[in-house]
């Protein structure tokens, strides 16, 4: 399956992410779709690496995603991968950001439910598929 074909899959009704951004952890944007195309900056992300490290900025102002401000409603570890994660509300919009080897995924989502695509990654086959896709 192709690069593209992934992205696409991700978003898509069966994928349930409406954007998706996959960068190197030094901001610079690898692939760009959906409700985020255009919108999110390397600044953004930037600032979304440096969180996985030290949250206490989103917690206190939340985070710029697409130029649009989300309220941080946690970070965690996957249980059985160890991959770090950020979660983002705003209204019916959620937003998670998962730190992998070389890169980081961000996503958008509709409705309060992770995706199930997303979900996938805390078992550790799909997070090393996701660790492929973005390293693609």
Known sequence: M???RK???LISPQGGCSGLVIAGLDG???HEGGTLKGRITTEELQEMVKAFSDPREFRSNGASIGRELFMYS???SARLTGAPQLHFR???VGALAIKL???VLLATYDGTDIPAALKAHSVPQPKEDLDDLCDY
């Open 2 to 4: 192709s690069y593209d």
């Open 7 to 9: 992205i696409d899959e």
């Open 28 to 30: 610079v944007i690898w």
């Open 74 to 76: 946690g970070s965690q």
């Open 90 to 92: 705003k209204d019916n």
């Open 101 to 103: 080897d070389r890169s």
